[in-house]
């Protein structure tokens, strides 16, 4: 079991920037394909944003490309998503995610592959 929780949060004007965390309880956090998530009301659960056990390697939604980063910290069991030029289309809940210990595939950006969610933070940003 993973359990994840997330911080972070909040209300922010257009253009400017949230760093949320994502604090895992596994010990073997770094085995785990990280993502985040996001869904605005009326709207689907979309993806935003993955990144490889290693770190290495990042994925992320057209909408957030060259405004958003992910990255982890494996001493602290830690995932964050940097967020920048923030625009009030960004307002949604954010969930973290992580899949079946093990998993092996690269459909980072299908929800149907995470086993674990976090609560969610909400993050809102006013025009």
């Known amino acids: 079991q993973v359990q994840l929780v997330e911080s972070g949060g909040g209300l922010v004007q257009a253009g400017g920037s949230l760093r949320l965390s994502c604090a895992a309880s596994?010990?073997?956090?770094?085995?785990?394909?990280m993502g985040w998530f996001r869904q605005a009301p009326g709207k689907e659960r979309e993806f935003v944003a993955a990144?490889?056990?290693?770190?290495?390697?990042?994925y992320f939604a057209e909408s957030v490309k060259g405004r958003f980063t992910i990255s982890r910290d494996k001493a602290k069991n830690t995932v964050y998503l940097q967020m920048n030029s923030l625009k009030p289309e960004d307002t949604a809940v954010y969930y973290c995610?992580?899949?079946?210990?093990?998993?092996?595939?690269?459909?980072?950006?299908?929800?149907?592959?995470?086993?674990?969610w976090g609560q969610g933070t909400q993050v809102t940003v006013s025009s």
């Open positions: 995610a992580a899949p079946a210990l093990g998993y092996s595939g690269t459909s980072f950006h299908d929800e149907r592959i995470y086993a674990y």
């Open positions: 596994a010990r073997t956090f770094s085995s785990y394909v």
């Open positions: 990144i490889s056990r290693s770190g290495g390697n990042t």
